[in-house]
């Protein structure tokens, strides 16, 4: 895997997109080996959260690489799409928190790939964008649909339909950035504290956060009824009882150690 680079410490996985001399721009390799990472992040029990981010001071991912797929045909291009649709879903039905790290350019598929993600830091450089129109055709690993969701549909439309990016401070103030930094030195150091944030709390839990949650975007779903049915079914486990324990005594939980 040296396409796409893979470790852990801590409790983290960091997975990092390593094409810096094409600006870590998405080929069908580059995803194929990011669906083996997250595969491995997903079935390794000592991994807790992953941190995903792009080689280089340039960009976390700048796009798809054009000069694979300029001469697709339509199945083929469905093909494709439909492939990074798929890998981008399990990333974001991940029951295991996965924070983006973003500097420098996010856009076309970068932006998609960051959007997949359940949060994301960006560096005060960074640059979030939907240009497929400048091409001639629309995004199609699902920015469509998630860009909606974390914007709203008349500003989705605007970056949509013009192709125009929009900066670190836009992208917190409409929430698509979760934090902003400075520097890209504190870009991972973020993420990092973030997700341990997330490891001191019920991992079950915090799971049944994510699933609920991306459940509000299903409209063949009820997620009153969903979240009844984690909320019951949460009560019969030890990370529950580890916790209502370490209330009413007056201590803070340990999770660590419980299933």
Known sequence: MEIVLFSKDAGIAQITINRPDKMNALNRAVLAELDRCFQQALGDPEVNGVVLTGAGDRAFVAGADISEFAHYTAAEAKALSTFGQELFRRIEESPKPVVAAVHGFALGGGCE?????????????????????????????????RLVQLVGKAKALEMLCTGDPIDAAEAHRLGLANHVVEEQSELLPRAQALLQRMFLRGSQAVAGCIELVNDFFQADRDGYALEANYFGRLFETDQFREGVDAFMEKRKPNFRHKP
């Open 113 to 145: 790939l960051a959007m997949a993600c359940h949060l994301r830091i960006a560096t005060r450089a960074a640059r979030f964008g939907q240009p497929e129109v400048s091409l001639g055709v629309v995004p199609g690993y699902g920015g469509t649909q």
